[in-house]
């Protein structure tokens, strides 16, 4: 903030010192007449020239003019550069006028004509002020968005990194292999098919690293193997319930999202369940928005640990795919725990 500050004050004390350097070499090469007190007549100018642009600046950061669409920004920028020419021009008459040290050609004019007749060439003047002051403005903004994106590369990265080795715990592909272990003599079809599905889940897992979005259908099918496989562990306590509108299957959602989310409701909800629940997956359309869903017998006891990886890894999958477009939620309902997304269509 303070180097800005500085750029910012060295811009204007070098601009017009500039103007001053170059309104006096133009006196001396192309003057047709003595100018009386002409130094006077360009300090001033000068001046009240830094004053003014810099009130007309800190008008411009207080109405926040650069985060205004860009027709009310072009609408921002021509009112502010009117009004503010009319300030200067009224000041340098003023101040010019009682020092005595107007130019011949304007003192005959009535004060109103005067100020009008600076006016024009003030306007002229701080327009060109306001176009290098936008555009040095949008070239800072470019260099950080640029920065920006830098950094959130790197962070989606660390989030990847962090997403493979914690995604799967060691306790359900430990778990998995036990129950695969018993299935291999009691139903073999069922071994093979267990053994499927959690090779599914650990491809689906490393596919994750390469992509910054899925869809709903494909995080529906790596949700449904994972289930497939708890449900050889809870038996009849596992209870599972899908409320799917087809339209959101090429929804895009942050990938194994979905799989966290279910996975931290078995954790957290169901396996502290002596009668075992029901998991509940819903994605609906509502009001414009994406609405997911899921729901696990159980509820939420004290506080809501923000810092645990599947709800902090909720939030930065869902800002690093849609901003601060997207909202998540998880509260009890009547004796269900919900983990409820609102993402934009």
Known sequence: MRNNTSTYWL????????????????????????????????????SLGLIVTHAMRLIIKAGSFFKLSLSKQVLAFVATTLVFAFCYAFLMV????????????????????KVIRVWYAAFLFLTIWNLLYYLFHYVRKSQSQQLDKIRLESLVK??????????????????????????VDENPENARTAITQLSNI????????????????????IVKDYLALELIRFEKRLNIEYTIDEDTLDQPVPPMMLQTLVENAIKHGISKQINGGTIKII???????????????????????????????????????????????????ESMVQARIIMPI
Request: charged content about 20%.
């Open 202 to 221: 650990l491809r689906s897992s490393m596919y994750a690293e390469k992509v910054d979005s899925s869809t709903v259908e494909k995080e529906l099918s």
């Open 158 to 183: 660390e989030l990847e990194l962090k997403t493979i080795k914690s995604h799967i715990h060691p306790h359900f592909i430990f778990n998995t292999l036990n129950s695969i272990r018993a299935l």
């Open 94 to 113: 003023f101040v010019e006028d009682k020092l005595d040290i107007l130019s011949e050609h304007i003192k005959k004019y009535p004060f109103i004509n």
């Open 11 to 46: 811009c204007q004390i070098g601009g017009w010192s500039t103007y001053c350097i170059v309104y006096t070499f133009f006196y001396f090469t192309i003057r047709t007449q003595p100018q009386p007190h002409f130094y006077e007549t360009v300090f001033i100018d000068a």
């Open 283 to 333: 994605s609906d359309f509502k009001d414009n928005y994406h609405e997911l869903i899921v729901q696990n017998t159980g509820q939420l006891n004290g506080s809501i640990n923000a810092e645990g990886f599947g709800i902090a890894s909720t939030y930065d999958r869902l800002n690093l795919l849609f901003g601060n477009k997207a909202q998540f939620e998880l509260k009890n309902i």
